[in-house]
């Protein structure tokens, strides 16, 4: 349920709280993106994302409910023990690509398939493919989207003064120092664990959840050196030649509206992580030219999903307008249709060797 803001009164658990004109600032910040990725890429080379725009790789894996919850946890798409097959995208965040030494938001898309039941996104809720977004931070660095939207005025603006006198305003350092805090530096995307800092319902109205991933502490990963800027697709690469990577799926309950609050994601949750799936990511060769186009033409929606885990807060209000405008922009201007993949009984199986040589791998 979504109620006006109020200063006063105690607020309750699952419950969303509106403050200001959400639907004038989405639509601000929807024109000034598109408006930076058309000077980005105006000279007519392909147009990536805006955000979260280098893609380490797109891998096949496969998201295994447990068969041994507790009825209270069996909601939705964990309501009975399964197995779908998924494809998981590892990125950068930042817009304009960087060497992968430097420090950056790290990012993890999964899509799972064969998933029954009609979804949120009203344009594709018959399909039977269900996102979940996650990131490299526990927290946000904006405590909502009135502030959020300085950020992005002054990021996307084609003005470079209007960027400096932002950083320059003491009234945005606590964000600004947020913002560097959640950009970290990172030897392998398997490494490291993923949030998915914003809240999701889960099953009853006054229920909430936040996602974690944890890489399984049995994982063998492989490293090169760090020459290439691409190394984390190397390293990608190289441990999933002949090696399994697991990552542990954990729910994250509010237990207090207060000190775990819905609209405010720059504080963290103190409650405890409880494991309810697991992904396995087989080994694979994953970077032909064909398989990266593949991912990068990939979208994911944090409201394409079953409606029991239906996104909360003000970012995740806004990414429903947001994420699907900027895909539908993208889309149309690569001249390519916005399609969600399916998975037949030989997903897993390994295909011929192809003529269209690896994207980047050192093994």
Known sequence: MITPFQKQGKKQLGREYVQG??????????????????RLYGGGQKMLRQIHTKMHGCVKAKFLILDDLPNELRVGLFSKPASYPAWVRFSNSS????????????????????????????????????????????TFFARDLVFFRKTMRAVTSKNKLKLLAYFLNPLHWPMVARLLRS????????????????????GAPEKAVKYFLQPDENNKLLYVEKKDENYLQQNMARTLRFGTVKFNFYIQFQEDAETMPIEDPTVPWKSPFIKVAE?????????????MRFGDNLSFHSWHCLPEHRPLGSFNRARKQVYLALSKYRHRKNGLPDQEPEAGDDFFVVPAVSEDQPHSVAM
């Not at 004109?21 to 058309?38: F, H, K, N, Y």
């Not at 992904?279 to 398989?291: A, C, D, M, R």
């Open 279 to 291: 992904l396995t990511i087989p080994p694979q060769v994953f970077n032909s030219n064909e398989q």
């Open 95 to 138: 817009t304009i690509p960087k060497p992968d030494a430097k420090k950056d938001i790290r990012g993890i898309a999964i899509k799972l398939m064969n998933v029954p039941g009609e979804k949120l996104l009203n344009e594709k809720r018959h399909l039977k493919t269900h996102d979940f977004l996650m990131m490299s931070s526990e």
């Open 183 to 202: 950009n970290i530096k990172c030897d392998h995307p398997f490494e490291i664990s993923y949030w998915s800092t914003q809240p999701y319902q889960y």
């Open 21 to 38: 004109d959400e639907a004038a600032i989405v639509s601000e910040m929807i024109r000034e993106m598109e408006g930076q990725l058309d």
